[in-house]
């Protein structure tokens, strides 16, 4: 056989492109001399089913990381794939209908709507998308956070980690690809964030779904498969499967 014989390569079986990509990601701010650049060239895909904790200190641009990533702000440079589709130059609308199906937000703040009650809440997302929401659907989606018993419940009468749950729920009932997390756990004791952290790593682990996830937090950042950290806008460490020592290690020498 001819050695020189050059073979294209071969894809893995089963390989799939990433739920989200970033490449040479720029955010600037501001512009000349009170320009900040938030984001400096970043990297980084986030395979399908994979959790992944960002971190780093305030200021290193871990919320624009997260922002650019959902289409939520625009990126000065660089491209950005979500869900297989390239979404650097998607307009308002088409942004706001992936939002509504292909992305799921939870935030610290839970913003739930307060006149609603969980179950309403938990519906929004299907309505917004002009779908009618199947009652069974959310009823479901609610015993999957252990609330079957809170569905008429408003969030003025549930507790923080109550109403963090109805917020996991009302992300996961579009079924998204990918659930965006900005310190989901930041204002929950830590009974209530551990039955939060176990409810997305179920997401993973059954579904498939992909977490992007800022963090403070190591017991949540040790909940993901993988832990980045950002410095002045640039990736600049990566561990894996690390424990909640690790993590914690890893940022005390920030401190130093
Ligand atoms: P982190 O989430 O890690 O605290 P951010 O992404 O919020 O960091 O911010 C990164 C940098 O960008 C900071 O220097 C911040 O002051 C700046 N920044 C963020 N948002 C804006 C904005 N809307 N206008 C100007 N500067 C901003």
Request: net charge positive; charged share 25%; aromatic share 4%.
């Amino acid at each position: 056989m001819d050695s020189k014989v050059s073979y294209p390569p071969v894809e893995a079986p089963g390989a799939v492109a990433p739920a989200v990509e970033l490449h040479g990601v720029t955010r600037v701010y501001g512009a000349r001399g009170a320009a900040v650049r938030a984001l400096d060239g970043v990297d980084i895909s986030f395979p399908v089913g994979s959790w992944t904790a960002v971190m780093g200190p305030s200021g290193s641009g871990k919320s624009t990381l997260l922002h650019c990533a959902a289409g939520l702000e625009r990126v000065t440079a660089g491209r950005v794939r979500v869900a297989g589709r390239d979404i650097t130059d998607a307009s308002d609308a088409e942004l706001t209908r992936l939002r509504r199906t292909v992305m799921g937000f939870v935030f610290q703040s839970f913003n739930l709507i307060g006149s609603l009650t969980a179950e309403q809440n938990v519906a929004m997302p299907l309505r917004l998308a002009g779908r009618r929401p199947p009652r069974q659907v959310v009823r479901d989606v609610l015993a999957a956070v252990d609330l079957a018993d809170r569905a008429r419940h408003r969030p003025a009468e549930l507790s923080g980690g109550q109403q963090q749950r109805v917020a996991i729920a009302r992300a996961m009932v579009t079924r998204p690809a990918v659930l965006f997390a900005d310190e989901p756990t930041g204002a929950l004791d830590t009974r209530s964030a551990r039955t939060v952290l176990s409810m997305l790593r179920a997401m993973v682990d059954t579904s498939g779904q992909t977490i992007v996830m800022v963090t403070h937090d190591p017991a949540a950042a040790a909940s993901a498969d993988r832990v980045v950290f950002l410095g002045d806008g640039r990736l600049v460490d990566r561990l894996d499967r690390p424990s909640t020592r690790q993590v914690a290690d890893r940022l005390a020498r920030w401190e130093e």
